[in-house]
């Protein structure tokens, strides 16, 4: 189970940091990500971080503004948002993936399809007034 939370209404130009916390004790095993879903729009890819957070990937649109991170010992990933834009308003969700890498050498690189994780939170609303 995830739940996500830090959503919440700013201006252009502000920043935002969102959290997800996992229950149970397997987060470690997980890549996780977050999609953010604007509305009448499909689900997207933002960032996503692999089991251990040694490496990060972003979408293009968010990349040099928005920073993920994780702290596997809270079970929590983060998603720092700066230099926030009018068009980053969007419901946020955190995903993960199971990576039968997890623990060694090698890691599962977070895929960019929503279809390929196995659980999500609730989302948490960010709406970015102009």
Same mark, same amino acid.
């Given at each position: 189970? +995830? ?5 919440? +209404? ?67 990933? @983060? +998603? ?12 946020? @969700? ?11 050498? @090698? ?24």
């Amino acid at each position: 189970q +995830l739940v996500e939370s830090g959503g919440g +209404l700013v201006q252009t130009g502000d920043s935002l940091k969102l959290s997800c916390v996992g229950s149970g004790e397997t987060f470690s095993s997980y890549a996780m990500a977050w999609f953010r879903q604007a509305s009448g729009n499909d689900r997207n890819f933002v960032a996503g971080i692999t089991w251990s957070g040694s490496h990060t990937f972003y979408d293009d649109s968010v990349k040099g503004r928005f920073t993920i991170s994780r702290d596997n010992a809270k079970s929590t990933v @983060y +998603l720092e948002m700066n230099s926030l834009k009018p068009e980053d308003t969007a419901i946020y @969700y955190c995903a993960a993936t199971f990576d039968t890498y997890a623990g060694g050498s @090698y890691y599962y690189t977070p895929p960019r399809q929503k279809r390929k994780y196995d659980s999500w939170g609730q989302g948490t609303q960010v709406t970015v007034s102009s």
